[in-house]
DNA sequence: CCGATATAGATGTATATGCATCTATCTAGC
DNA sequence: GCTAGATAGATGCATATACATCTATATCGG
């Protein structure tokens, strides 16, 4: 009873997209009780990871368009979750998590590693790991 | 010239979103003198590909809700690529593929083939198979 | 037939996303 | 020090995306 529910696409972008779209929706349910949306999660890990870093380079890490980052760290800001402050570069938005923020994460995290798990036993490891490094690979290919 | 790596990312879901946004960039780079976009050009071609269905239907098949479609089938509606007529059931949309929306996937065909090869080359036909594959078993996991 | 419930899609609202363009600032060359 | 071009991010605009809720229609149990 795992047969195709979907039929193949043959266009890999919309593949992709569309696995996208339909994942996106498993771990924002999860993280739904928090007002949390998936992309907010992954900029407050991210800059967990990375520590200070200017708005651009946040943008190459998640290759997102620097412009689309001003909107959502806006909402993110508001909650508190952001710090900003400016570089020795008076261009550069330096950014980093603010308290709230952490807190924010370390509430998400739980929730987001039931997901995790669920999803990595339902694909086997193997593949899991298999899939995460084509994306970055796919990531890779077409970054300049 | 070494190219830039991008670091990898804790979370599948952010994982697959990035290489979902980079991949976009390329394809719709591609599409933007038609001035296709990366989803209508896929909504093109899975009607050309499914014929006349109804639009909760195409929301299956691309796993994007329906009412996402109610938005940018309107768009495609009003450039006269989509013909919308009543089933039996009064309560669907039966949607196809109008005649300047073949024309319009005709337009478009070439380019796509031409990324897709290229992306092809550069990742090696066995990982993008295993790549599609991959996409499409996450999709079924997660699809219900 | 009738009311209860289910389903298809539309609408209100909010976020995600990127391009073209703009402003402020920086840097290189003079 | 000045100016021309480069760079960081903000803003205007359009599309993509989904959830909650609403309306119209269908179906099912009496």
Redo the contacts between chains.
């Keep these: 009873m795992?047969k195709?529910?979907?039929?193949?696409?043959?266009?890999?972008?919309?593949?992709?997209?569309?696995?996208?779209?339909?994942?996106?929706?498993?771990?924002e349910q999860a993280l739904r009780p928090l007002g949390l949306r998936?992309?907010q999660?992954?900029i407050l890990?991210?800059l967990s990871?990375a520590g200070e870093v200017p708005q651009g380079e946040l943008g190459?890490?998640?290759?997102?368009d620097s412009t689309t980052l001003t909107r959502t760290l806006e909402i993110m800001r508001r909650r508190g979750w952001i710090a900003t402050r400016y570089g020795k570069d008076r261009r550069e938005r330096r950014l980093s998590l603010a308290r709230p923020g952490e807190a924010e994460l370390k509430r998400a995290l739980p929730r987001?590693e039931r997901?995790?798990a669920r999803?990595?036993r339902?694909?086997g490891t193997k593949?899991?790991n298999?899939?995460?490094t084509?994306?970055?690979?796919?990531?890779?290919?077409?970054?300049?």
């Design positions: 795992s195709s529910l979907v039929p193949p696409l043959p266009c890999f972008c919309a593949s992709l997209r569309r696995a996208s779209r339909a994942l996106t929706q498993v771990y998936g992309t999660f992954t890990q991210a990871l190459r890490i998640l290759a997102m987001w997901v995790q999803l990595r339902r694909l593949r899991w298999s899939f995460m084509f994306a970055n690979q796919v990531t890779n290919e077409v970054t300049e």
